[in-house]
């Protein structure tokens, strides 16, 4: 049996929008449970300095968690889609420039759930995650 075109779209795009808000809730309640990885990798960056690192936490944890809704609730497709694309390049982005000239750290952006070392398998991950997002914003603008 072979599935239409247009369930297998329906199919890929509910899949890659239930992997994002696991992903966005996994690293939240990682990064909660155990923080002070998440603060140590924020306090060791200059440029971030100015900023209380567990305000940066609870800001950035509060943002994946309306995400990871925004992502499941039906009528939020393309604004999640969006934001999710939106998060993921700034994390991304700040993975690079904490990474140039320096020994990479971990950035603790799963707490101690997902122990991370490679700054390059934390930018492959975001990169997998970036395609998640394109694909939910395709398909909500399909629809349209």
């Known amino acids: 049996m072979v599935m239409n075109p247009s369930k297998l779209s329906r199919f890929v795009t509910t899949g890659a929008r239930y992997v994002l808000a696991a992903v966005f809730l996994f690293s939240a309640i ?20 100015p900023i209380n690192p567990i305000l940066l936490l609870l800001t950035l944890t509060t943002i994946e968690v309306v995400v990871a809704v925004l992502l499941l609730l039906p009528a939020t497709h393309k604004i999640a889609g969006l934001v999710s694309f939106g998060v993921l390049l700034l994390f991304s982005g700040a993975l690079i420039l904490t990474s140039v000239g320096q020994e990479p750290k971990p950035c603790g952006c799963f707490g101690d759930l997902i122990p991370e070392s490679s700054t390059n398998l934390s930018l492959l991950r975001n990169v997998v995650l970036l395609v998640l997002s394109v694909l939910v914003i395709g398909s909500s603008m399909a629809k349209h």
């Open 30 to 49: 990682g990064k909660l449970i155990t923080p002070s990885i998440f603060v140590a990798f924020v306090s060791s960056i200059d440029w971030l300095s």
